[in-house]
């Protein structure tokens, strides 16, 4: 069963920080490399990091440098640290394999909010 819990989002002021965390169920997290989406209103989803499992990281242009991604394989949980928070990071922030299964199940989300 795919399970995918993310937390730790907020409202923070610009140029703050947050650290959000994403519990996966260990058949999803195991083996998979883990994407951060996030979603913001009126936008499509889009990638901004991934956490591979042998420790590389990649990151969307407009957070590289912002945002650190992590992941601690015996507690099948991946982190996002974001810095520098900006409002145009206002979005929900969800987790998954990446690159998505074909039908990708969504958890909740986070909101994280930025006020200016």
């Known amino acids: 069963q795919v399970r995918l819990v993310e937390s730790g989002g907020g409202l923070v002021q610009a140029g703050g920080s947050l650290r959000l965390s994403c519990a996966a169920s260990?058949?999803?997290?195991?083996?998979?490399?883990m994407g951060w989406y996030r979603q913001a209103p009126g936008k499509q989803r889009e990638l901004v990091a991934v956490?591979?499992?042998?420790?590389?990281?990649d990151y969307a242009d407009s957070v590289k440098g912002r945002f650190t991604c992590s992941r601690d394989n015996a507690k099948n949980t991946v982190y996002l640290q974001t810095n520098s928070l900006k409002p145009d990071d206002t979005a929900i922030y969800y987790c998954?394999?990446?690159?998505?299964?074909?039908?990708?199940?969504w958890g909740q989300g986070t909101q994280v909010t930025v006020s200016s």
């Open positions: 260990r058949s999803t997290f195991s083996i998979n490399a």
């Open positions: 998954n394999r990446h690159p998505l299964p074909t039908v990708p199940y």
């Open positions: 956490c591979r499992t042998v420790g590389i990281t």
